[in-house]
């Protein structure tokens, strides 16, 4: 591949081990939160799919940089146009997820609201959503959804003062217990917030990965090649005159 451009070549192998650790830290943020939510008992909805998904999405990445980086070092034009196919698709997927979520952010706090105050009141709901308000309440040191008298006159232990935070003077009373939601949406937008941030970061370095590969795939079709000597054959070359004219100096 004497075509291509030893500096775009290195710059296209350092692309792809950035992108393969950006997949490497997807895979790990993701155990780390799995491990986290595990030890904190929850079991939100759509938890595990949400996992699964960020798993494939980190094996992915790592399988796709590990593809470009083979291409570029063994000179191998089918791995780069596989790199580049697995980019344009890359790069409209994100588009796809990543645009549709940044628009419906302002509406999620109140979809959320609304799907929240279908589950009052609480000590009416069923043992599953009593088991999540009471798991919210223990970790996050709250009361009720939107407020305790969620729970009208049955406010469960999870509402009230343990022993050790009684020795310590750190008790509230009910009616001092900030409701779960607020807290809870902090969270909740945090979390698409950077889902955002790492799907629109992950659609600009498959765009640039496109960009390395396609001068690559370019210069490996159309090589330079050095500049040619054209000469002309001797019988269009113009020669010396057949006659010429004598002049005698007086």
Known sequence: ??????????????????????????????????????????????????????YVMGVITMAIALLGACGAHKENKAC?????VCMVIGSLLMLRTGVPVAVA???????????????????????????????????????GLFSYQDWEQDIPVSCQCNEEEEMEGQCHTVTNYKPCFPILMHFILMVVDIMIGVVFTLAALALLGMILSSV?????????????????PAIFASGPPKYQELYNHP
């Not at 780069?80 to 580049?84: K, R």
């Not at 105050?117 to 959503?129: F, G, I, M, R």
């Open 1 to 54: 591949m004497a075509g291509v451009n030893p500096c775009l070549k290195k710059t296209f192998t350092i692309f792809n081990v950035f992108f393969a650790i950006i997949g490497g830290l997807i895979i790990g943020f993701t155990l780390l939160c799995q491990v986290l939510t595990s030890a904190n008992g929850s079991e939100l909805e759509g938890r595990t799919y949400s996992v699964i998904a960020l």
């Open 105 to 143: 952010r302002p509406r999620i706090e109140g979809m959320m609201e609304e799907r929240f105050q279908q589950l009052l009141p609480l000590d009416k709901a069923s043992e599953d959503v009593k088991d999540m308000a009471d798991s919210l309440q223990t970790h996050l040191q709250c009361c």
């Open 216 to 232: 690559i795939i370019h210069q490996m079709r159309y090589p330079t090649s050095p500049p040619m000597m054209v000469t002309v």
């Open 80 to 84: 780069l146009i596989v790199f580049l």
